[in-house]
């Protein structure tokens, strides 16, 4: 049996993972979907204040309060940042650290992982904390989610906090002993063949290659099921 915790991506809640989570579960695993404050059915408490440290609290408390220990942590999209600040912390309790089209922080002790979204997505709407999701942001990166899927996904999608993406992270030598693996999708519009060649940062492990858009938890989650399964085995 192996214990998974999945931390989504911006936009997302724990409900992405709704289609992925039965197909572990019946192979007897234990899953653990997060909902990041801010986002999903937490965006009420979206304000200024959300930042990285949140997040990285969120997971935290999940671990604690669930007693997991020996899990495979995944992290989608810009949460890649975030599942490495928790590996960080608690070493000991990861068995795998799992980059789902993620951020990929380097082993260094230098403040890394700012960015800004609004200069990439545009900026929030007046009074928001956060970028909201768009048809044409889908478009670029997730063309293959359409029709009901498309609906789905644009209906439950919430604002990203935009700290969640301008904080930065800082990761001690715990972070270097952590083992890692990658899962990339390849019709999200980034160069696969660099990112393969170490062009965009060294991969630590082994990795999966799925023909999908930034969103195979909803276009592929048989095949992200198995993909998990074997790099967690490994």
């Keep these: 049996m192996?214990?998974?915790?999945?931390?989504?991506?911006?936009?997302?809640?724990?409900?992405?993972?709704?289609?992925?989570?039965?197909?572990?579960?019946?192979?007897?695993?234990?899953?653990?979907?997060?909902?990041?404050?801010?986002?999903?059915?937490?965006?009420?408490?979206?304000?200024?204040?959300?930042?990285?440290?949140?997040?990285?609290?969120?997971?935290?408390?999940?671990?604690?309060?669930?007693?997991?220990?020996?899990?495979?942590?995944?992290?989608?999209?810009?949460?890649?940042?975030?599942?490495?600040?928790?590996?960080?912390?608690?070493?000991?309790?990861?068995?795998?650290?799992?980059?789902?089209?993620?951020?990929?922080?380097e082993k260094v002790r230098t403040p890394q992982g700012s960015f800004d979204p609004t200069k990439e997505f545009g900026p929030p709407p007046p009074g928001s904390h956060g970028v909201p999701l768009t048809q044409q942001i889908v478009n670029t990166i997730g063309k293959?989610?359409?029709?009901?899927?498309?609906?789905?996904?644009?209906?439950?999608?919430?604002?990203?906090?935009?700290?969640?993406?301008?904080?930065?992270?800082t990761l001690s030598e715990k972070y270097d002993t952590v083992r890692s693996a990658y899962i990339f999708c390849t019709l999200t519009g980034d160069p696969i063949d660099e990112i393969l060649a170490g062009k965009w940062g060294k991969l630590e492990g082994p990795y999966k290659l799925i023909e999908a858009g930034h969103w195979p938890m909803i276009t592929k989650p048989q095949h992200l099921a198995q993909d998990m399964t074997i790099l967690a085995g490994k």
Excluded: C
């Excluded at 999940?62 to 992290?75: E, H, Q, S």
């Design 2 to 105: 192996t214990t998974y915790v999945l931390v989504p991506g911006a936009w997302l809640g724990g409900w992405v993972w709704r289609r992925v989570k039965p197909k572990l579960e019946e192979k007897g695993d234990e899953v653990y979907p997060v909902t990041l404050t801010g986002m999903g059915e937490r965006v009420h408490l979206a304000s200024q204040n959300v930042g990285i440290d949140t997040a990285i609290q969120d997971v935290l408390n999940t671990i604690t309060f669930n007693d997991l220990d020996n899990f495979v942590l995944v992290g989608h999209s810009f949460a890649g940042k975030v599942a490495a600040a928790v590996a960080d912390r608690v070493p000991e309790k990861v068995k795998l650290l799992l980059y789902l089209d993620a951020y990929r922080p």
């Design 144 to 169: 293959d989610v359409v029709g009901a899927d498309r609906e789905w996904l644009l209906s439950k999608a919430t604002p990203w906090p935009t700290r969640l993406a301008t904080d930065p992270i």
